[in-house]
């Protein structure tokens, strides 16, 4: 997860920040699928409180929408876990962007809007990176081939 926090304040251009994954909630997504019993609710908020000190946001954002995406996806972990690579893919695609309208919430509240491209693009360029994370970090013959 630092690795997360690390590359979720590592500056870059303004024009390529659209397109900067959300990591923190992808690691998150991950671990609440596939180690349910060691990532839970409370792990996830505090994780997202974290982020938010980190990248100076409003205190609050980014924890409420990792705990709600977490608590989703402990709920329906092992439907998720049966289904084939593409189909988590656009899973991830739904709890990201959920995640990201949480966020886009809650900074709402302190008078900040973002544009939608701002929740799209980053919820698409983090499901892209699900098969790479899924591969890498569990065993390819974990996942079935529906």
């Given at each position: 997860?630092?690795?997360?926090?690390?590359?979720?304040?590592?500056?870059?251009?303004?024009?390529?920040?659209?397109?900067?994954p959300e990591?923190?909630?992808?690691?998150?997504?991950?671990?609440?699928?596939?180690?349910?019993?060691?990532?839970?609710?409370?792990?996830?908020?505090?994780?997202?409180?974290?982020?938010?000190?980190?990248?100076?946001?409003?205190?609050?954002?980014?924890?409420?929408?990792?705990?709600?995406?977490?608590?989703?996806?402990?709920?329906?972990?092992?439907?998720?876990?049966?289904?084939?690579?593409?189909?988590?893919?656009?899973?991830?695609?739904?709890f990201v962007?959920?995640?990201?309208?949480?966020?886009?919430?809650?900074?709402?509240?302190?008078?900040?809007?973002?544009?939608?491209?701002?929740?799209?693009?980053?919820?698409?360029?983090?499901?892209?990176?699900?098969?790479?994370?899924?591969?890498?970090?569990?065993?390819?013959?974990?996942?079935?081939?529906?």
């Amino acid at each position: 997860m630092s690795l997360g926090l690390l590359l979720a304040v590592y500056p870059l251009p303004s024009h390529y920040a659209w397109f900067r994954p959300e990591f923190i909630a992808l690691l998150s997504i991950f671990f609440a699928l596939y180690h349910p019993y060691r990532f839970g609710v409370i792990s996830a908020w505090t994780i997202g409180f974290i982020q938010d000190v980190v990248v100076a946001g409003v205190w609050g954002a980014h924890a409420l929408a990792q705990a709600f995406v977490v608590y989703v996806c402990l709920c329906s972990y092992q439907r998720l876990q049966s289904y084939g690579i593409v189909q988590q893919t656009l899973w991830v695609f739904v709890f990201v962007g959920v995640h990201q309208m949480a966020v886009n919430w809650v900074q709402g509240l302190d008078g900040y809007i973002a544009p939608a491209q701002m929740i799209i693009l980053p919820s698409v360029v983090t499901a892209l990176c699900w098969p790479l994370l899924a591969v890498l970090l569990k065993p390819a013959s974990h996942f079935s081939h529906h």
